[in-house]
């Protein structure tokens, strides 16, 4: 069983499945501003009342992610097949357990929160039955060739390869083109590596780390010595393969009670959203490009599945 980290890192799935041949890097200064204020502190018991935080505005869900990722597989498979590729590197992304959420999970991106978690699998991540099939798929090696990279990035630009001339970009750059617009560029894929950035700043606030306190001082009632939730966490002794025991439960338990008393995933997810609605703000132009993307992306991948993606 695995523990509980919380997602702030893109997967690579997410970067391999939008452009293989290239990585996606944080534009937007994620620090450096003055601690905004709190708008309103949610009471919050439970994932449930997590609310959204203002970046989620601007990155897809995973559903539309998945979407937006078939269509692209559509249109490069497409592609890659007029210069006589069998192209099946991205058939991954059908599967929707293999798609990475961009959106963070509220299960998990303020670390434990739910009481029935805790009591059933203590700080490990709850077991989830795969929907079919093994890892190990069907065995065929998909690994783009060295000849099927060229085309794909659009290294040959303009050559001729089996009678048909490369598009710029190769057969990714169409396909950005066709999903994600006419500049073809898939920045709302950044958003989740910078909000690592307003993470950080976030976690040290003192308003953070203030309630961070108050929950220390009430688990200090219940005997454990933890200075904030992360510590609990990732306490050494959780660190098994073994399912979790009685003491584990036990302080994951009165984890997540203390963050009831002290409301401290109410303050946190408040903070972080003044973070981000500080970086939406001072970024304004930059997001409105993000949300056209994104408007871009929904709309040309629901007209991409109606043909068959």
């Known amino acids: 069983m695995s523990r509980i980290r919380f997602p702030v890192t893109l997967p690579a799935l997410a970067l391999a499945a939008a452009a293989l041949v290239s990585g996606c890097s944080a534009d937007g200064d994620a620090s450096g501003a003055s601690a905004p204020e709190l708008g309103e502190v949610p009471r919050v018991r439970g994932s449930a009342d997590i609310p959204d935080l203002p970046l989620d505005a601007y990155v897809l869900t995973k559903e539309q992610y998945q979407s937006y990722l078939k269509a692209q597989r559509l249109l490069i498979r497409e592609c890659m097949s007029r210069f006589g590729f069998d192209f099946r590197a991205l058939d991954v992304v059908l599967d929707p357990e293999k798609v990475p959420d961009l959106r963070p999970d509220k299960t998990r991106y303020y670390f434990l929160v739910d009481a029935n978690s805790a009591a059933a699998s203590g700080y490990r991540a709850p077991d989830r039955t795969p929907s079919g099939g093994n890892d190990e798929g069907s065995g065929e090696d998909t690994t783009p060739t060295a000849a099927e990279r060229a085309v794909l990035a659009g290294s040959n630009a303009g050559k001729q390869v089996a009678g048909e001339r490369v598009p710029k970009g190769g057969c990714q750059g ?136």
Request: proline share 3%; glycine share 6%.
């Open 174 to 309: 169409e396909a950005n083109r066709a999903t994600l617009g006419e500049d073809g560029t898939a920045t709302f894929m950044k958003l989740p590596n910078e909000r690592v950035a307003i993470r950080a700043r976030v976690d040290a606030d003192e308003r953070v780390r203030d309630v961070f306190a108050e929950w220390s001082t009430c688990m200090d009632k219940s005997g454990y010595d933890y200075d904030d939730p992360m510590q609990a966490n990732d306490d050494d002794r959780w660190k098994t393969p073994a399912p979790a025991g009685g003491a584990e439960i036990q302080v994951a338990k009165a984890d997540v009670d203390c963050k009831r008393r002290t409301n401290v995933v109410g303050v946190w997810w408040a903070v972080q959203a003044a973070y981000e609605k500080q970086y939406i703000e001072k970024n304004a132009e930059r997001m409105a490009d993000v949300k056209h993307t994104v408007d871009a992306v929904l709309r040309n991948s629901g007209r991409l599945a109606g043909s068959g993606a």
